[in-house]
């Protein structure tokens, strides 16, 4: 159920929205890079604040008509003919999203051949297990120039036309596949993997067959941008994290034989709280009575205030350890008796990283679905209180893992998804066709999933408005916390009392007219109360 509140702000959100697209044909823009620049102004709001939108035809319909005046860029093209191309936008030495390139390729029948180009790439992030796996399939790893958007596009469809498909693994607002691929003379098939499903993208016009990562997500690209070719292709996981013993592995982190080890891994932000979904209060209600449990959260900083008081009234026991390594992190989980995945927000390859290890996982149910692995697995628990018990279960009899190792291997594990990979190929058109979306035909509604995507949105935007929200959210929470004040010892009281402070420091510091702009209001009133007395 959507929030008088909430409903309020997606729908003025979709007036902004709508007033940015509708600005698009009022402008009297001659250049092309002029004219982009609008364009994108209007995509980051609509990746950034959700809007019931999904897919915008007028964006795609004006991208496409830029794209179809530049011209062809006539140079010898150094990738091998009849190369699977993939197309980042960029590559992250940790993350989900190169993982995914870097273990479809690695999954691939040898004698395929793959090639990697990246539009924006900065030098200090670039994975170097990427380009081993390419030059292992005999491909090339290219970086486009830094150049114009609209010149970049150029170069790109040259570099492209030798391909025998395309992969496109590109950000949301990332206009240069479709400038590349915009053009009706270009031929080579286009698939998208649709990475950021939860979330508005271009690209939908050029898109001649759509990957989703679950059978919900597929009816979702229908229904929701209009795309009609759509086929199931899950995450791939490769063999994953050596399989230490368990004795070895905490010995190693220093942990007790007979503790009970429970981890969860995510990045700090998935953790926030949505609603009565309060992953901290659900940390205190599965450690406090139970002294011999230990939580290992991987991603989550040790001096976040929040995490930092967890670890102090858990006298140590619950322990954020901040990012680790990819190397790293299976000594972590071999550790584990079970692993905890994130809410309000979910990590799905992390997930199925843990599991793939047989290690036993619980998940909440949330408004954003599940994979349909993780649904046929059993794990999934409707309500906190649910997940209490089977925490409580698991911890005295280890259950097991066969049903979600039975998934696993069905839709993941390599031969499984090759499977997967095969009917995806198989479904691919032979030549590559620009697509018009019809705006009649798309779902704009708005409830309850958009209103747990904008609270996701809000969380990883940087703005003013935000950090103040963020700091307004932090002080309630420690708030919160006062109620469990009698688990605190001296020390963790003094660390409690010091946050609230810290606190109410930065939100007066950071935001002097903010402030100054309430105390006003409350100087107003008191004058007012004053009058009547």
Known sequence: MTLPREQRILEKNRRRFDALVHALDSLSIKKDEALLARIQHAVNFAVQNDTGCFCSPEIEAKLCKIAQSLPDHNEKNPLPPGTILHVMTTAYRSGGHTRVVERWIANSPPEENHSVIIINQEPKHFPSILEELVTDHGG????????????????????????????????MYDPVPILAYGNPSFKVPVIFFNHADHLFWIGAS?????????????????????????????????????????????????????ARVIVTMAQEYKYSRYRELDFFSFLLRITTDHPERIVLAIGPSPTHPLWELMQRVSTGRIRPCGEIPYPHIGVYLCAADLYIESFPFPSFTSLLDVANLGIPTLSLQLPLPHLDSIKASGTICQTIDDLCHRIDAALLNTPSTTLMINAISLDHRREGWLTHLKALYNACPATHQVTKISAASLDRSIGELEAYLHYLKVNLRGDHATLLRRQVTLFFELLRLMFHFSLFDTSGRLVLWHHLRKSVELLLNTFPKIASKCLGRKRKCERCLNEVS
């Open 140 to 171: 090339r790893l290219l970086q486009l120039p830094p150049v114009s958007q609209t010149k970049k596009g150029i170069i790109l469809r040259a570099l492209s036309r030798g391909a025998s498909k395309i992969i496109l693994h590109v950000h």
């Open 206 to 258: 050029i898109t001649d067959l759509c990957a989703d990562m679950s059978l919900w997500r597929c009816a979702f690209s229908l229904r929701r941008r209009g795309i009609t070719n759509v086929r199931l292709l899950p995450i791939p996981t490769d063999e994953g994290f050596a399989n230490l013993p368990r004795e070895e592995a905490r010995r190693t982190l220093g942990i007790a034989a007979e």
